[in-house]
């Protein structure tokens, strides 16, 4: 296991300044996930501890060791990449053992470590089939066990479940939980998809435009948003925000936590009247878009008898509402700012 942490990394391609000077630091043993939309950095960052795109400037340390110039096969870290990069006329035998033998390991200690981990992932009975011999996740598991057999301290997978069917995607998902349980290993996962990232992470650090938006547990990051792009990017459908009228603020709230009523409900906090728009029937959970008059939000529902063009109240409890700063979109907090219960009302209003 090992601790990996990045200080003041930059990274420029020509003019084009990708990261400047980030600080991060990821935790020994954890599952961390980098997520954020295409450019933000994750994969750079990746690259930067994997030593295939070194850092323009800044350092990376691993257990406290500067690696930054250490060549990537002199590194203690396994790389998983999008395309499974296994070698199309060797055997899957063959395509775990090329490292080791590169690095002039024993055949006895080379054999032990195949029949190992070809178990724990599940390819025993597979290994003198070909790769064109093998289904999509069958490659998946390849590409896991060559990374796995060389022990690393940390392994680092670049969206390794994209190419994969939804169902398939789904299942190795909890097949890596599983891994990670098992090997009590640093991983640092890089995607897209906030669904793999809330699933499977102990930590989420969301990026931007080559900047940490927030880094949190799944929990946190979702429940308690520290800005509007973190807010926004976690959650399906998008967290509602909308302008607090003739205030410098902006109101926030997940579709999940709104109810629909016909009735005008008694307890609330934020209370709008509004019309149906449109109805997703999603099997348990249905999906609403309620027209507000000067705004539309989104509503998650069970309750699925609401018709498009039925009039609904909206309304949301106080404990479910989040305040943000217009000018900056960062989260306005009870206790941070004197003005929140005067903000709150106007809410109400």
Known sequence: MAEVRFENVSKHFGSVKVIEKLNLTIADGKFTVLVGPSGCGKTTLLRMIAGIGPASSGKVLLDGEDITD?????????MVFQNYAIYPTMTVRENIE??????RVPKAERNRRIEAVSVT??????????PNQLSGGQRQRVALARAMVKEPKVFLMDEPLSNLDAKLRTAMRS???QLHKQLETTFVYVTHDQVEAMAMADVIVLMHDGEIMQEDSPEKLYHDPDNV???????????????????????GYRPENVTLSPDKPDDYAYLRYGRILTREMLGAETIYKVDLGQETIMVKSSDSQVKIGD???????????????????????????????????????
């Open 175 to 177: 097949e890596l939980i």
């Open 229 to 251: 792009f973190a807010a926004q990017f976690i959650g399906t459908p998008t967290m509602n925000i909308l302008p607090v009228h003739d205030q410098a603020y902006l109101l």
């Open 98 to 103: 090329f490292g080791l033998k590169n690095n």
């Open 311 to 349: 009039d609904t109240w909206v309304s949301v409890a106080e404990d479910s509402l989040l305040l943000f700063d217009k000018e900056n979109s960062e989260r306005v907090r009870r206790g941070d700012n004197p003005h929140y219960e005067s903000i709150l009302a106007a809410v109400r209003s």
């Open 121 to 130: 992932v599940g390819l025993d009975g597979l290994l003198a089939r070909k």
């Open 70 to 78: 250490v060549p990537p096969g002199k590194r203690s870290v396994s």
